[in-house]
């Protein structure tokens, strides 16, 4: 039998639109410490094996493994930076612990983004030099082109999405980590600054800055320990060719095998048997486009955009800002403190279950999914 | 056993950044499919690599089968003509900064997987419009993306 995977500590810091009095290595250090004292381990004892989801163009610093281990409490332990989304790293702190090399991981995501000046020019850099850059296609065009497509595949209108956008303000109004609540009339929303028509500027996040730090352990070291664990019922991540290169926008497949994968692991059916969601909405038309993918029919996605409904309570990205590589990470956030109750504003009643996903953004297919529950 | 920092900046005036720049520059090699994509656009062709085993042409193009992992070494030409996939008005550069509005398409070609981002025009464009590649002329064609000046409505 697979041993069971539980997340026995979190901590953030941030959760704003820019972080002026601390350096990326003190904004981890302050995620870090927090998550250790809600998991009561000691790092320097503890801790087998850390884990730092982060991007060197991010970071503006090569080879940016060398600048993680200290400030987690890793120093001279096994540490390794992955190149990718917080919930992937997290997969990979699964592994660790399946494999036996360590009992207790701690996986580090942060965004320190308001460092980087030209935020374009690295998303640009993500672009293929040869067959994209040539023409002056930036991330918002290939983002325009898919979401024209999107619209046009599934009949979904201008005002869809903006109750898309509408809905996620509202609800981070509520939520003390989304840096961009706000009440906004459908009419704003649908006439915000053109960027690459179809998409305007509300229908893309605005960047804000976190660390999330999330200790997880073997299900049979948190018993020995008496910790009271999240228990991570399913996770998976995949990566599939870009839609521009493999055609089809009505589903993304990388969300699609993800979500199958986690159910599969999970033993469950359908989205409709978790208490929260918390679903990529890296732009307003991939919150659609996302649940489409894990069998919502878009009448049925409409419906969870009203009040009071399980799908992102936290505001989601458009509500609380891109993260970045930390994204995924923040659902997983809310997701913990949802189940345990301690949300905040925004928390749901009788939360066991929770679900998260993400996406890592342009021009990428590769996305996650995440299944947690507590007392099942 | 860990703690926060007990202390933070609380004035402004405290705060120092330190600008940096990577100011690192680039030859990107095509490769071996790239190459023989740019110098087909450079003689006015759209030449696209065909999968021996599976049959698949991709546009992107690429020496290698996405689906069966195989070299691939045939290369077939493509009428200029495709099919406008998915569309884009443009009002910011490559940088962000506001711009001229400009037309993007995602143009896709009939049995190719895949497709190419270009400008495209022409009257009543839309999704599902019929397009043509313009080619500059040949004297001015340098073996790059932009050999096709645009896709024109047809």
Not at chain 2, 119 to 130: D, N, P, Q, V, Y
């Amino acid at each position: 039998m697979v041993e069971r995977v539980e997340i026995i500590g979190v901590g953030f810091e941030g959760f704003r639109p820019s972080i002026t009095d601390l350096s990326t290595r003190e904004l981890m250090y302050e995620a870090a410490s927090k998550a250790y004292h809600d998991a009561g381990v000691d790092p320097r004892k503890d801790i087998g094996s850390f884990i730092s989801c982060t991007e060197d163009l991010w970071e503006g610093w090569s080879i940016a493994d060398e600048m993680v281990p200290d400030q987690l409490g890793g120093a001279g332990r096994p540490v390794c930076t992955v190149p990718a989304d917080g919930i992937v790293g997290l997969g990979h702190a699964i592994m660790h612990i399946r494999s036996g090399v360590a009992d207790v991981v701690a996986v580090e995501a942060h965004s320190k983004v308001a460092d980087v000046l030209d935020k374009t020019a690295v998303e640009n850099l993500a672009l293929d030099p040869v067959f994209h850059r040539a023409t002056g296609a930036n991330s918002d065009v290939l983002a325009g082109l898919e979401m024209s497509s999107f619209m046009e595949e599934t009949g979904t209108k201008r005002g869809e999405l903006s109750q898309v956008v509408r809905s996620a303000k509202r609800k981070a109004m509520r939520n003390g980590r989304a840096s961009y609540g706000a009440t906004l009339e459908l009419e704003e929303i649908d006439s915000s600054e053109p960027l690459a028509l179809p998409l305007r500027r509300l229908d893309r996040p605005e960047f804000a800055e976190a660390a999330v730090v999330i200790v997880l352990a073997s299900g049979s070291w948190a018993k020995r320990h008496r910790k009271d664990g999240v228990f991570i019922d399913g996770l998976s991540w995949r990566s599939a060719t870009p839609w521009f290169e493999a055609g089809g926008v009505k589903t993304a497949r990388y969300m699609q095998d993800s979500y199958r994968s986690v159910m599969k692991q999970s033993g469950l059916r359908d989205l409709s048997q978790f208490d929260v969601l918390e679903v990529d909405d890296s732009y307003s038309f991939k919150l659609v486009q996302h649940l489409m993918s894990m069998g919502v029919s878009k009448v049925g996605v409409m419906g969870m955009l009203k009040e009071g409904t399980a799908l992102n309570p936290s505001g989601g990205s458009l509500g609380t800002g891109h993260l970045i590589e930390a994204t995924g990470s923040h659902k997983v956030l809310e997701c913990v403190l949802q189940v345990r109750g301690t949300a905040g504003g925004n928390q749901a009643k009788g939360v066991g279950r929770a679900f998260a996903s993400s996406w890592r953004g342009n021009p990428t297919g590769a996305g996650a999914a995440i299944a947690l529950s507590v007392g099942n | 056993m860990s703690m926060p920092m007990k202390e933070r900046i609380t004035s402004v005036d405290r705060q120092r950044t330190w600008e940096g720049e990577i100011p690192f520059h680039y030859e990107y090699t095509a490769g071996v499919s790239g190459e023989r994509f740019l110098r087909g656009l450079q003689r006015g062709k759209i030449l696209v690599p065909k999968c021996g085993n599976c049959g698949r042409s991709y546009l992107p193009p690429r020496a290698y089968c996405t689906n069966c992992f195989l070299e691939i070494t045939s290369y077939v030409e493509l009428k200029p003509t495709g099919r406008v996939s998915a569309l884009a008005e443009s009002h910011v550069d490559f940088q962000g900064r506001r711009s001229k509005p400009r037309t993007f398409a995602f143009v896709t070609f009939a049995g190719v997987t895949g497709g190419l981002v270009h400008f495209a025009e022409g009257k009543g464009l839309r999704i599902g419009s019929s397009v043509r590649a313009k080619f500059k002329p040949a004297a001015k064609r340098k073996g790059t993306l932009l050999d096709i000046e645009t896709f024109v409505k047809t």
